[in-house]
């Protein structure tokens, strides 16, 4: 990060040591508020309920969070450029369902994941199709394929759970249940992909090239940018991450059901719009994504410790959401006084 | 002409955090005044237009319509007060029908709220007719060319009584014979009516044509006010640039090299049909064609970005086929698309990433962007482009238009493109921008010995900038003549009907 210097005058923004002006830009950042509304929230919550920084605690919310914050790490990319995924919590439960009977039948384990992650990955060629080839709105297909996998789920379990397709002790389970020096399996793996994305959309051709879609789809496309290729491989990419948590959640649960990952679209899209990532496209980090799934967990759990109404929950997830647009409206200057 | 003022603005000023966008503007209109309103880009036209409809409140100073100084403005009662501002993109209802636009919000109604349509479309029709339009009040907006949309605005303007009409570069968007029209349809509501124009334009040439009196503002105040007969344009580009400016266009001695490029027999776009046109090393060649003659379907063509496009294109000697905008990329073409907010540019985006975008295997070190590579290639193109960027993290939508659009060359020098296609590249950029991007295709031109193909409905732009040029009518060429020999009467009678 050097100066640039221009034949122009420098303005204003740029003055001061490269220190500064990174110092500034974290304060800035839209991230930044996210970290520090965690940090209240988790204040507010341990004074409120002691109970909520117990390891045992901690050790479960950063478990719970795992699953829909792998989903997040897809969605986070469709969003990017500017489509939106309703199929994910469908993709994770055909996901699910699907491992776990080609576990029952005997396959070895890495075939059964491979064989449920293929089933996911059709799915997201399929809402890539239907978006690039037939040009439909990305709302359409990925409603279609959220009926369609659901279907799809319950055809395979016949209603009924899939259990004990692994003997009990199975190195399968420790993906979902295990731990690693004390950290839940499923958090790790989902703090390493969360760098791996952050990685790839930060530092990668790929990346810019989502961010380019996003922000201007013609402009993409006469820069040289396969706008079609691009849209298909994130959806199938979000495909994968939904069908991940799906697959990790079965290992978790030692038991697969066709209703899982029922609902859980919203959560999804709700960590991510928290978390930043703009609706509309060109706008969203891993970061971000990342404390928005963190803010949707301890919400759930905070709410649960200091004894509100279960059935009520929802009212806080759905405040917290407009909460946090409104901040970052304020923070970009919408309603500036014109 | 009455000497009673129709509107008045007295000591007008408005700012934003950070910027003062309007010091002390006081400017006033005649009862069928023709005002012209001048500047460059950022010298404050836009935020007096917003203050004139309501958009915007100003800080100081007052706003008085036919005597009547508005207390608190609000579009609602500038509207009422009879004052119009048409802007350049139009607010327009796409899908609905041109006489639901004109009528918009005052829908004639029969008893039981349900909409009078018969009554609609008759009065619709009277206006259009009392314009001189031939636009069916039935069709849908999104059916109408740019130049019969600004109508119906006018229309709708109309139909609300208004006095004061505000053009904010209405020709921006039209052809020579639709400007034309448009100057008649002003030239009568100004003369029968005594409706009061203020009209905002880049091109002096209208300005000239069609006001009596010219305001020029810079940096937020107004620095000249007389009338059109008293002024030349020398003295009024001096005005609104603060400097001397000489010629706009430069002058240059091109060294013609090889053909870089020939197409034959190309057919595009529904409209483009057996067009053949070359291209040289070092040659500037200029495309001209009013709205709709195919300009832009060609360039796209040419760029590999309109897949049904017929016809052999060589680039180098070589006979190629492209079938998208990166195999354009791949081949050494570069496309400066016509609209670049549209098309060209990530406004939300930095600089930097608008510059890179096309030329990213440049910044790879492994499977990551390298820092280092992508700062010291972005600082080079913005130092060698003169950009006027505080840093490369600035978003681009911070930027001038001028400025802009060196981002999107920059992009393609970048790329390494041998030739460019650039498809009315000054278009909304003020004087002084022009004459930088005037300056840097020449110089591409000549040190690199770029083929460079400018498609233009600037004739001034087309005759002063290019070594050869193409005339274009209804999708086929109709002329290639020599920039230097032949005359604007010429070169119009190729583009229009004879």
């Known amino acids: 990060m050097n100066d640039v210097p221009t034949d122009a005058k420098v303005d204003l923004s740029a003055k001061g040591s490269v220190g500064g002006r990174f110092i500034r830009s974290i304060l800035r950042s839209r991230e930044t508020g996210i970290a520090l509304a965690i940090v209240i929230m988790v204040m507010v919550l341990a004074i409120l309920a002691p109970s909520f920084l117990s390891a045992d605690n901690v050790s479960n919310n950063a478990r719970n969070m795992s699953f829909v914050g792998l989903a997040v790490l897809g969605e986070a990319l469709v969003l990017i450029i500017g489509g939106i995924d309703l199929s994910v919590g469908s993709i994770w439960g055909v996901t699910a369902v699907a491992s776990a009977a080609l576990m029952g039948y005997g396959l070895p ?58 003997p009990i002790g199975d190195s399968f389970f420790e993906l979902g249940g295990g731990s690693i020096l004390g950290i839940p399996t499923p958090f790790l793996l989902f703090v390493v992909l969360s760098i791996i994305m952050w990685i790839v959309l930060d530092r990668t051709v790929f990346g810019r090239r989502l961010y380019a879609i996003g922000g201007n789809e013609t402009a993409a496309r006469l820069s040289g940018i396969e706008v079609d290729r691009m849209k298909i491989m994130v959806y199938v990419l979000s495909a994968l991450f939904a069908g991940l948590a799906g697959l ?53 759990n905070g709410l649960v410790l200091i004894g509100t109404d279960a059935y009520s929950q929802g009212i806080f997830v759905g405040l917290v959401i407009i909460i946090a647009v409104f901040i970052d409206q304020l923070r970009k200057g919408v309603w500036r006084r014109k | ?172 968007v039209l052809a020579a014979s639709e400007i034309a029209q448009l100057f008649a349809i002003i030239r009568k509501l100004s003369a029968e009516d005594g409706v009061a124009f203020v009209y905002i334009s880049h091109r002096l040439v209208e300005v000239f044509d069609i006001a009596e009196t010219v305001t020029v503002m810079r940096d937020g105040e107004v620095v000249h006010q007389c009338r059109t007969d008293e002024i030349d344009s020398e003295t009024l580009i001096r005005h609104m640039v603060g400097r001397e400016v000489g010629d706009i266009f430069p002058k240059r001695v091109p060294k013609i090299g090889a053909e870089a490029l020939r197409v034959s027999g190309l057919s595009a776009g529904g409209l483009v049909q057996d067009a053949s046109l070359y291209v040289r090393r070092g040659e500037i060649v200029g495309l001209f064609g009013l709205a709709g003659a195919g300009r832009t379907e060609t360039l796209k063509a040419l760029f590999g970005a309109d897949r049904a496009a017929r016809g052999t294109l060589t680039l180098d000697g070589k006979a190629i086929h492209l079938a998208s905008p990166r195999d354009g990329l791949a081949n050494g073409l570069g496309l400066v698309p016509e609209d670049r907010k549209v098309a060209g540019l990530f406004l939300k985006q930095s600089v930097g990433f608008n510059i890179t975008i096309s030329s990213m295997r440049h910044l790879v070190t492994g499977p990551l962007l390298s820092r280092v590579k992508e700062n010291a290639i972005v600082d080079t193109i913005i130092r060698r482009l003169r950009v006027k960027t505080p840093n490369a993290h600035a978003a681009v939508q911070n930027l001038s238009g001028g400025n802009q659009q060196k981002c999107v060359i920059g992009r393609l020098v970048g790329a390494e493109c041998s030739i460019i296609l ?44 290019c070594d050869r040029v193409y005339v274009m009518r209804e999708g086929r060429i109709t002329a290639e003549l020599d920039a230097r020999r032949t005359s604007e009467e010429e070169v119009m009678r190729y583009a229009t009907h004879n």
């Open chain 1, 248 to 300: 990790v959640e079965v290992s978790y649960l030692s038991s697969a059901i066709a209703n899982q990952g029922t609902g859980k679209e919203l959560n999804v899209i709700a960590a991510a719009v928290i978390g930043g990532t703009n609706l509309m496209g060109g706008e969203g980090t891993i970061l971000g994504v990342f404390f928005g799934a963190i803010i949707l967990e301890i919400l759930r």
């Open chain 1, 109 to 166: 384990t890495p075939v059964a994941i491979a064989g449920g992650l293929s089933l996911a990955a059709l799915f997201g060629l399929f809402n890539g199709l239907c978006i690039t080839w037939l040009r439909m709105p990305p709302f359409v297909p990925t409603l279609a394929t959220m009926s369609i996998a659901r279907a799809t789920a319950l055809m395979i379990t016949r209603g009924r759970s899939i259990d004990e397709f692994r």
């Open chain 2, 1 to 172: 002409m009455s000497e009673k003022n129709v509107l008045a603005l007295q000591g007008i000023s408005k700012s934003f955090p950070g910027v003062k966008a309007l010091k002390d503007v006081s400017f006033s209109l005649a009862a069928g005044e023709i005002r012209a309103l001048v500047g460059e880009n950022g010298a404050g036209k836009s935020t007096l237009m917003k203050i004139l409809s309501g958009a915007y409140t100003a800080n100081a100073g007052t706003i008085s319509v036919f005597g009547e100084t508005i207390e608190h403005p609000s579009p609602a009662t500038m509207i009422g007060k009879g004052v119009a501002v048409i802007y350049q993109e139009m607010a327009q209802a796409p899908h609905l029908s041109v006489a639901e636009n004109v009528l918009l919000g005052r829908l004639p109604r029969r008893a039981g709220g349900l909409v009078d349509w018969p009554e609609a479309r008759r009065q619709t029709a009277a206006v259009l007719a009392r314009l001189g339009f031939d636009i069916d009040p039935r069709a849908r907006i999104d059916t109408l060319s740019v130049a019969k949309r600004q109508m119906v605005e006018i229309a709708r303007a109309l139909t609300r009584n208004a006095r004061i009409i505000v053009l904010d570069e209405p020709s921006a």
């Open chain 2, 422 to 465: 650039a498809d009315e590249p000054t278009r909304g950029v003020d004087v002084g921008a022009k004459r930088e991007i005037y300056d840097l295709l020449f110089e591409l031109s000549d040190s690199r010995q770029l083929a460079i193909l400018i498609a233009s409905s600037e004739l001034p732009e087309i005759l002063n900038l």
